[in-house]
């Protein structure tokens, strides 16, 4: 099967890239190879490569910057899936698209479901949202898989800041009220690979539209914090382990707010799908492990 996966150097794209199945003829293009807000360039790569799926890994993720760039976000996170969905659907290939958590406000006390309304409180929230109301109507066969809080070994990311600041300080401020699902990049990448494997095997009745998939269990910052610099300092990944501090938000503005509790209830996608949830603490040892060797 070819595959199309854009974006493919951000923490997703290089999972992708990293533990890509053998059945698979990749085609993995990052953001120099194919500017995915360029329609032009996205017909001509899908006249080229001739993709029968394409996985969009590609979008602007940096959540504050985005409240004062909000065109680059917009042309990103909307336009580009826009241009990909458009050329999927007259090429006759399938789009996998990913999206996010903060398309909800942060106001329930219960994790998300697909069905829940959504009322994004950024640019970046709502950006991803038009890409992903873009997608389901210019694509037929498209599936839109919502993930929250990523990291890996790879990119910039809340496990690798956190590490970085245990190195510098001895006491490490951590907002205790934001609750949501920490999601490894290859885990997301093994779901999307399963589901490509699925789709491979049964394209005609493959199940189609929004899903959920985030890691468990739900955790605050502040508890994702403490487990990191726990592990970390175990494994010799840091000197010495700093104490963590719980903070409410208020002492820690951003430019963008985030919402207060955002996790994603996934069991349509374990109901539909042969996908299981990943636990981020054994995932989370694994991303250790790949930084010991770097
Ligand atoms: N990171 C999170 O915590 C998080 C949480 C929930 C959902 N998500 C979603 O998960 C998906 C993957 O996120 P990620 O963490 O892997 O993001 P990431 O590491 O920031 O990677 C995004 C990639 O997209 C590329 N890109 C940006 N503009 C592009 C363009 N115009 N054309 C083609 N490629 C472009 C970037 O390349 P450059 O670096 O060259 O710009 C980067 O390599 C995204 O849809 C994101 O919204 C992420």
Not at 79 to 96: D, H, I, M, V, Y
Not at 121 to 138: F, P, S
Not at 246 to 253: A, E, H, R, V, Y
Request: aromatic share 8%; with cysteine.
């Amino acid at each position: 099967m070819r595959v199309l996966v854009t974006g493919a150097d951000g923490q997703v794209g290089t999972e992708l890239r990293l533990n890509v199945p053998e059945w698979v003829e990749l085609i993995a293009l990052n953001s120099r190879q194919l500017d995915i807000t360029d329609l032009q360039a996205v017909e001509v790569c899908m006249a080229q490569y001739r993709p029968q799926l394409i996985i969009n890994a590609a979008a602007y993720t940096a959540v504050d910057r985005a409240q004062t760039e909000q065109q680059q976000a917009h042309a990103v996170n909307a336009s580009g899936p826009a241009n990909l969905a458009r050329s999927a659907e007259t090429a006759g290939a399938a789009l996998f698209h990913i999206s996010t958590d903060y398309v909800f406000d942060g106001v329930s006390e219960s994790p998300y479901d697909e069905s829940a309304l959504t009322s994004p409180q950024t640019v970046y929230g709502r950006t991803k949202l038009d890409g992903e109301q873009a997608v389901a109507e210019l694509c037929t066969r498209h599936l839109i898989l919502r993930t929250s809080w990523v990291f890996s070994a790879h990119g910039g990311n809340f496990v690798k800041t956190m590490l970085r600041l245990a190195s510098e300080r001895d006491v490490l401020r951590v907002v205790a009220d934001q609750y949501g699902g920490p999601t490894s990049a290859k885990s997301i990448a093994a779901c999307l690979w399963t589901l490509a494997s699925e789709y491979r095997g049964k394209p005609d009745s493959f199940c189609w539209g929004l899903f959920h998939f985030s890691g468990a269990p739900i955790s605050s910052w502040y508890g994702f914090a403490e487990h990191i610099v726990a592990v970390a300092a175990q494994e010799g990944l840091i000197e010495k382990r700093p104490l963590v501090e719980p903070i409410p938000s208020t002492d820690f503005p951003t430019p963008a707010p985030r919402p207060a509790f955002s996790a994603l209830n996934c069991d349509k996608i374990r109901d539909f799908h042969a996908v299981e949830l990943s636990d981020w603490r054994e995932d989370l040892s694994a991303v250790f492990a790949t930084l010991g060797r770097l």
